[in-house]
C-alpha cells in the first residue's frame, strides 16, 4: 500500500515538470489542438507551416514556437489562421507546437 502511495504521489509530483500550454491535461498523457488566433482574412488558405519546442523533465527546453518561425517554415507571408498542439508524456516529455494557415 506504502509503495501504491509514493507511486501516486511521484506521478502526480513530477506530471507539472514538463508542461506546455493546453486548455485541459491528462495526467499520465495529453495531446492537445486548440485555436490560438485568427486574422480578418477570408482567402481561403493553402499552405501550412508549423514550429515547436520540447521539454524535458521541466529542466531542459528548447525551440522557437513563434508564428513568425512557423510561417517562415510554410513559405507563408498572409496569415489566415492560428492554432496549436501540445503533447504531454508522463510528466517527462512535453512537446508545444504552433501551426500557422495562410498563403
Do not use: W
Not at 518561425?69 to 504552433?98: C, K, M, P
Amino acid at each position: 500500500m506504502k509503495k501504491l502511495l509514493l507511486l501516486l504521489v511521484s506521478v502526480v509530483v513530477l506530471s507539472g515538470c514538463a508542461t506546455a500550454t493546453m486548455p485541459v491535461s491528462g495526467l499520465l498523457f495529453a495531446n492537445v489542438k486548440a485555436p490560438l488566433t485568427a486574422t480578418a482574412s477570408t482567402e481561403k488558405p493553402t499552405r501550412v507551416g508549423r514550429a515547436s519546442t520540447r521539454s524535458i523533465l521541466g529542466l531542459i527546453a528548447s525551440g522557437d514556437a513563434s508564428i513568425q518561425t512557423a510561417a517562415r517554415n510554410g513559405g507563408i507571408t498572409e496569415i489566415h489562421h492560428v492554432d496549436y498542439e501540445s503533447q504531454n508524456f508522463f510528466g517527462v516529455l512535453a512537446e508545444f507546437t504552433v501551426v500557422v494557415y495562410g498563403n
